[in-house]
T-cell receptor
Framework: NAGVTQTPKFRVLKTGQSMTLLCAQD?????MYWYRQDPGMGLRLIHY???????AKGEVPDGYNVSRLKKQNFLLGLESAAPSQTSVYFC????????????FGQGTRLTVV | GNSVTQMEGPVTLSEEAFLTINCTYT??????LFWYVQYPGEGLQLLLK?????DKGSNKGFEATYRKETTSFHLEKGSVQVSDSAVYFC????????????FGKGTRLSVIA
């Protein structure tokens, strides 16, 4: 049972380059999220989706775009990477309902030089 | 808005010591409350949860009680082990609408033998 899978696990980008992070879940969850984790800052929500074809901004959306063309996939794009986007990115998913658990991927460590 | 405040770390304890990590929240209505744990190099995983006032969540010797009167959800364990060394996150989700999980900044726990 794969759960939530993130690709890639590590990446180094040069300033100004673009890339897409892929998140795939096999649990048929409606909700998916992208967070970034920085030292001393905890997890901050970048964008999220409550269903196929819908996305919404989170706490720190600037410099990122997302798409949810298929229910099982949630893509996070960086159009022009900046050193401030150096972080560990986590994808999570959960189903609807009271107090449902969020399942997290293993994370993507991104360094922008 | 919704927010979670948890005690700053790091926390260093000797094996078999008692652990408390404080967590308080601000939210409209009655949220569900969670503790997640992150082991080194991994994503977050659910440790325990509570969905209504006075509920006690428990798992692996950890406990937390949902206290509506003090808006708190403190994590406790009677006797910590070296294997409990990790980062612990308190989180909430509102029980209405599609709002995402909101996390505290995390508390790093180190247990020494």
């Amino acid at each position: 049972n794969a759960g939530v899978t993130q690709t890639p696990k590590f990446r180094v980008l040069k300033t100004g380059q673009s890339m897409t992070l892929l998140c795939a879940q096999d649990m048929n969850h409606e909700y998916m999220y992208w967070y970034r984790q920085d030292p001393g800052m905890g997890l901050r929500l970048i964008h999220y989706s409550v269903g196929e074809g819908t996305t919404a901004k989170g706490e720190v959306p600037d410099g990122y775009n997302v798409s949810r063309l298929k229910k099982q996939n949630f893509l996070l794009g960086l159009e022009s990477a900046a050193p401030s986007q150096t972080s560990v990115y986590f994808c999570a998913s959960r189903t609807q309902g009271l107090g449902t658990e969020a399942f997290f991927g293993q994370g993507t460590r991104l360094t922008v030089v | 808005g919704n927010s979670v405040t948890q005690m700053e770390g790091p926390v260093t304890l000797s094996e078999e010591a008692f652990l408390t990590i404080n967590c308080t929240y601000t939210a409209t209505g009655y949220p569900s409350l969670f503790w997640y744990v992150q082991y080194p190099g991994e994503g977050l995983q659910l440790l325990l949860k509570a969905t209504k006032a006075d509920d006690k969540g428990s798992n692996k010797g950890f406990e937390a009680t949902y206290r509506k009167e003090t808006t708190s959800f403190h994590l406790e364990k009677g006797s910590v082990q070296v294997s409990d060394s990790a980062v612990y996150f308190c989180a909430l989700s509102r029980n209405s609408g599609n709002t995402p999980l909101v996390f505290g900044k995390g508390t790093r726990l180190s247990v020494i033998a």
